[in-house]
């Protein structure tokens, strides 16, 4: 008989290790999954998980892992600040969408001035939208006490018809020829969010997700905020004890990860994606709670979990196009990878002993 | 213009999937588990109903599919929290973007084929929607009558009493997870099959977190979830019926509506129950944690 | 002689790194109560875990009558005749006192039935209960109430009490074992597990006594004096406490017209509250668990806030104030609740002081965290207070109770608070520990600081306290000094609640 007994502190060791075991499990049971599909296992684990690095098509695809784990890296920070603190922020992907609106908005309504403060003032606009919608949530659980995973959840639905509505209505292209979608940002200099250094992915997007992993480290290791949402997350009466309002908690951390959110969608929709569209989310609101997990919710594992979230984007584009694995494959993959990490995760909190029978 | 009669079948069909995985949810959360899966389970059932029916051409075997897979999945949220004890919001929502990859995964070679027809039950009503109606008051009597029903209480009220007093709390809510499965499965397919006859990928559209919203608003009763799901079924209704009039509000504003009423309700239902002196404490006492005995 | 209704023979259990029964033999007669004395971790509750099949023995047999009694749990355990009243988790708030006595029985019979006989059964017993009430409008002593019918619709052989006064006036534990007579005298063995003395010496037939595991003694209490009983129980003689050079001073703290709704609906209001605390003085506040002192603390730590001119220190009106801005002003608090109030248990020593001490030993300046200055000023206290722990480093939860206890008090005390209110200080800890903290207080309070202990030890009151005051459903009574005062005078004060007349009727 297997018994578990409960570690007197998480283990150090197994917190690192939990992830990669994550990982690899991942691709075991992903390479069955391709076999019994009729798929050569390796050949697509490869595939996914190595050509996009180091393939024959690497310098198309490199690009792409920053330009793909930038809105994950940028979300995962505040969604991990949010649940450090059991506050459980899952409608990132609506304040992503709000956010590439206000965003958007602000430079459709100038169109077609040229100024240096436009990008700047999206980006706020960007930051402003992602925090109003994730405030939401925050003021109906302040006030009333309504669960803010269902409502925040609630609102990406909302979120995602506002867009569609924008794209159809109001923020429709003039010059479109009646086709959906508002006019493209990346032909408007001032609005645009372009390649900073060429042939790297980088845009202001990537900057800004650097910005937060190290921000937001900053905050959870060296300030008494870090130190009070932690505390709440583990026992709320402590943290109350200490002098923290569990209203003010709610608020900063939906607040917090509702900006994030929202400057990502503005990065997305002035860059790589360039306009509003009804399809405006791609979901990176919700692979960003696997990244927030899947790097324990630590600002840099987040960096390494984005990266390797990315790239499995990137190689399942890639698996799609050389051997047909249909483009849900990553969303299988992403899924069984929070699985499986929330799995291993009981050998940092136990020790697993054999039963000794007298 | 409007005939009531027709606008009530349309309102009972339109609830059917939400009672289903609401009915579920709230045997689970009864036995203080908070499965946020049901999105998940959903699409799972309304996928592989839809490909049992299509396959042998009889629907009724569809349900049949649709309640073994979703038990089946949610048999991967069972293993994580009861035998793993990792965090339950985290599990359900890793059981959702699980399912919902693995739904559009394997429900490629399904698009664009259309579902057998359902035979009409007594009074011309569809057979699972009576189902569905006959299964609030038995959810009923099996919570509040039953002496498994009792246990099971007792476990989501306060787990170390009930495994003070030798029950299995591990078992007891295995058993509630595999049915608040097998009853999303179905609601699931109830979309598939029965409503829009055909296989797309995400068609449960959000179905499964509105349940959740639901057994909320029911405050953990049967009774509640039916209005909560009639409720629900109502504004969807009058929304097509808006839509449908050709009402001057654009269309992606009009299908809001279920989703901010949604909102609402779960607002005004905290809300009752944060400013009522004596109300309090619907919610099962031990939702949402895990029970680990040391022995 | 009577037969054994129970007998035990060296059972051992073992736990990771404890041995926490050892070769433990007694045996339980019919028609005896039956004590089994213990400190805090001396074994008792795993002892009767093994009786009632919650934990199975690592070795050793039990007997029940005449057969081997080995229970593989607790529904085993009640079919051969065994019943238990707990201490802590046993019933269901949101259930009614019939679903929660039908959890309780095997073959419970109909609703309308079962109804009937707990009507019949509790009134025979001189403790009426309403089936069909939910558990949480119930009073302490009537959810025990619940407990008890629920053992004796059972008829149980032999009837296990943890620690069953724990929440009780003393009025309502005389009308407990009252009860366990009647139980006693129609010839069901009693096993009364309990740490307080002088009811187990007023009521008890034979008393086991436990220490680290082990059965060291078995006596007749009703021959031995309290403080004899002690010394078998602890093993050697009790220090006693300097309570010298301590003189009252100026006002520091003054209570008035404190009054708070119930924070939930287990919660109690708080009406009324009026207190003053004098410089170099120990108020004592004393109340039966649940009567309105977690909340009494709330609101004088300023977890929770109060109308203002309700708190005020030296003159200063504090009662719209937070914690933090309190601390500051030098009114400290620690709660009774060590493990997840007073401190986060996944959190190091050094990271838990700063949940108080950040602004009065400036850890935390401008926001930014001086780690170093944490671990430092958690090396002091561990120093100062003998904490037995590896280091700062330490996970809170990684602590015993008695030296989280002598910790969290510390980093208190050590911030030279001028008002600092405590809440159970000693509870379930060590009787070492639990002196030490006390010493602790006194000291304090000699050196100028006002201290008020909340507690439910009535000897501990009277052992600290100038001046005592009972809470009683969220009233805070008339303080009368403790010189002169006795148990049974401090008794009368605590009741009147519980509905004490409902039951003698």
Redesign the interface.
């Given at each position: 008989m297997i018994r578990l007994v409960p570690r007197q502190s998480a283990s150090n060791g197994w917190q690192v290790a939990t992830p990669l075991l994550a990982v690899l499990a991942t691709m075991v049971m992903g390479g069955l999954l391709f076999a019994i599909m009729g798929y050569d296992p390796v050949a697509a684990i490869r595939t996914i998980f190595w050509d996009p690095l180091f393939g024959p098509a690497a310098s198309y695809s490199r690009p792409q892992l920053l330009v793909k784990a930038a809105p994950l890296i940028l979300i995962a920070s505040g969604l991990a600040v949010g649940f450090r603190a059991g506050i459980w922020n899952i409608g990132a992907e609506g304040q992503y969408i709000i956010g590439g609106i206000t965003g958007a908005a602000v430079a459709l309504a100038v169109y077609p001035l040229e100024a240096w403060w436009l990008f700047p003032a999206m980006v706020a606009a960007g930051l402003a939208g992602g925090w109003a919608w994730g405030m939401i949530p925050a003021l109906l659980r302040n006030w009333f006490g309504a669960s803010e995973i269902l409502v925040s959840l609630m609102l990406v639905y909302v979120a995602q018809r506002v867009a569609a509505w924008m794209a159809f209505g109001p923020m429709r292209n003039p010059e479109g020829m009646g086709f959906p979608g508002s006019r493209n940002l990346q032909q408007y200099p001032s609005a645009a969010n372009p390649e900073l250094i060429a042939g790297t992915g980088a845009h202001w997007g990537v900057v800004a997700a650097a910005l937060a992993v190290l921000a937001t480290w900053f905050l959870m290791s060296r300030h008494i905020r870090g130190f009070h949402i932690r505390a709440a997350g583990i026992a709320p009466r402590a943290a109350r004890f200490a002098g923290v309002r569990p209203q003010t908690l709610v608020a900063f951390c939906l607040g917090l990860s509702g900006a994030l959110a929202g400057a990502a969608g503005l990065f997305e929709v002035a860059g790589p994606a360039g306009q509003i569209t009804d399809k405006l989310g791609v979901g990176y609101g919700f692979t960003a709670i696997i990244v927030a997990f899947l790097g324990r919710l630590h600002p840099v594992g987040i960096l390494l979990a984005g990266l390797l979230l990315a790239l499995t984007y990137i190689g399942g584009e890639l698996a799609q196009l050389t051997m047909q694995l249909p483009a849900a494959t990553v969303q299988v993959f992403q899924g069984m990878l929070l699985f499986f990490l929330l799995g291993f995760d009981l050998l940092t909190r136990f020790q697993i002993r054999r039963r000794v029978s007298a | 213009m409007i005939d009531p009669l027709s606008v009530f079948l349309l309102l009972l069909s339109a609830s059917t999937p939400i009672l289903f995985a609401a009915l579920g949810e709230l045997v689970a959360e009864r036995a203080g588990v908070l499965n946020?899966g049901v999105e998940g389970m959903m699409i799972t059932g309304a996928l592989a109903g839809f490909a049992a029916a299509y396959a042998s051409g009889n629907p009724f075997l569809g349900f049949a599919a649709a309640a073994l897979a979703g038990a089946l999945i949610s048999f991967?949220f069972v293993?994580?929290t009861q035998v793993?004890?990792?965090?339950q919001?985290?599990?359900g929502?890793?059981?959702t973007?699980?399912?919902?990859?693995?739904?559009?995964?394997f429900g490629?070679p399904f698009e664009g084929v259309k579902a057998p027809p359902m035979p009409a039950g007594p009074l011309d009503i569809n057979w699972i929607v009576w189902l569905g109606l006959a299964m609030v008051p038995a959810v009923w009597w099996f919570l509040n009558r039953s002496?498994p029903g009792?246990?099971l209480?007792?476990v989501g009220?306060?787990h170390?009493?009930?495994?003070?007093?030798?029950?299995g709390v591990r078992a007891t809510r295995m058993a509630a997870i595999a049915f608040g499965g097998a009853m999303a499965g179905v609601g699931g397919a109830f979309i598939s099959i029965a409503t829009v006859l055909q296989w797309t990928?995400g068609m449960t559209?959000?179905a499964g977190?509105?349940a959740?919203?639901i057994v909320?608003f029911s405050r953990w009763t049967a009774p509640g979830v039916l209005a909560g799901a009639w409720l629900f079924g109502g504004v969807t209704v009058l929304q097509l019926r808006l839509q449908a009039a050709g009402v001057q509000v654009?269309v992606?504003?009009l299908?809001?509506a279920p989703?901010?009423a949604?909102?609402l309700v779960?607002?005004l239902i905290?809300?009752r129950?944060?400013f009522s002196?004596?109300?309090?404490?619907a919610a099962?006492?031990s939702l949402g944690l895990n029970f680990?005995a040391?022995? | 002689m009577t037969a054994n209704v129970f007998r035990a023979e060296r059972i051992g259990k073992s736990y990771p790194g404890v041995r926490a029964n050892d070769e433990v033999s007694f045996a339980v007669a019919a028609g005896e109560i039956h004590a089994l004395l213990g400190e805090n971790g001396a074994g008792k509750s795993t002892l009767v875990k093994m009786i009632y099949g919650l934990v199975r023995p690592d070795d050793g047999r039990m007997w029940l009558g005449d057969a081997l009694y080995a229970p593989t749990d607790p529904r085993a355990a009640r079919q051969s005749g065994v019943a238990m009243v707990f201490q802590h988790f046993s019933l269901f708030d949101a259930l009614t006192v019939a679903e929660n006595i039908a959890l309780g029985m095997e073959n419970p019979p109909p609703r309308r039935e079962l109804a009937a006989r707990i009507t019949q059964v509790s009134h025979d017993f001189g403790l009426p209960l309403n089936p069909g009430r939910r558990i949480v409008t119930l009073s302490a002593g009537e959810r025990q109430r619940v407990e008890i019918i629920r053992c004796l619709l059972q008829n149980p052989r032999l009837l296990i009490m943890d620690e069953p006064t724990s929440v009780l006036t003393p009025q309502e534990a005389e009308l407990l074992f009252a009860t366990l007579r009647k139980l006693a005298a129609k010839g069901t063995a009693i096993l009364y597990i309990s740490h307080k003395l002088e009811e187990i010496r007023a009521h008890c037939d034979r008393a086991t006594i436990l220490r680290h595991g082990r059965v060291v003694d078995s006596c007749d209490p009703r021959a031995h004096s309290a403080r004899e009983l002690a010394a078998m129980m602890v093993g050697g003689e009790m220090r006693a406490i300097d309570r010298s050079g301590r003189q009252a001073g100026e006002v520091l703290l003054k209570v008035q017209g404190l009054s708070q709704p119930a924070p939930s609906a287990e919660g109690t209001a708080l009406k009324e509250v009026a207190l003053t605390l004098r410089a170099g003085e120990i108020l004592g506040i004393g109340g039966v668990a649940g009567n309105g002192q977690e909340e009494l603390l709330a609101a004088l730590s300023g977890e929770v806030r109060s109308t203002p001119g309700t708190v005020l220190l030296d003159g200063r009106d504090l009662s719209t104030e937070g914690p933090e801005p309190r601390r500051i002003a030098g009114l400290l608090a620690a709660p009774e609740d060590r493990l997840g109030h007073a401190a986060v248990p996944d959190f190091s020593l050094a990271e838990n002081t700063l949940l108080t001490a950040g602004a009065r030993k400036g850890l935390v300046r401008g926001g930014l965290i001086d780690h170093g200055g944490a671990r430092a000023y958690a090396e002091a206290v561990i120093r100062d207070f003998d904490v037995r722990t590896p280091g700062p480093g330490a996970a809170a939860r990684a602590l015993s109770g008695g030296n989280l206890q002598k910790f969290v008090i510390g980093r208190e005390v050590m911030q030279d608070p001028r008002v600092l209110v405590v809440n159970q200080p000693t509870w379930g800890v060590d009787a070492g520990a639990a002196a030490a903290v006390r010493q602790s207080l006194l000291d304090l309070a000699r050196k100028g600081a006002g201290i008020i202990v909340i507690s439910q030890d009535l000897d501990e009151l009277l052992e600290l306290s100038d001046r005592f005051c009972a809470l009683n459903e969220g009233r805070l009574s008339n303080p009368l000094s403790t010189k002169g005062l006795t148990l049974d005078s401090i008794g009368l004060m605590l009741g009147g609640a519980h509905g004490m007349e409902e039951a003698r009727a």
């Open positions: - | 946020l991967l293993v994580l793993f004890l990792a965090n919001v985290a599990s929502l890793a059981l973007l699980f399912g919902l990859g693995l739904a559009a995964m490629k002496r009792l246990i209480r007792g009220e306060n170390d009493a009930a495994h003070a007093l030798g029950y990928e559209a959000g977190w509105i959740l919203a909320v654009p992606q504003l299908s809001m989703y901010l949604t909102i779960l607002v905290s809300a129950q944060k002196r004596r109300g309090g404490g099962p006492g680990h040391l022995r | -």
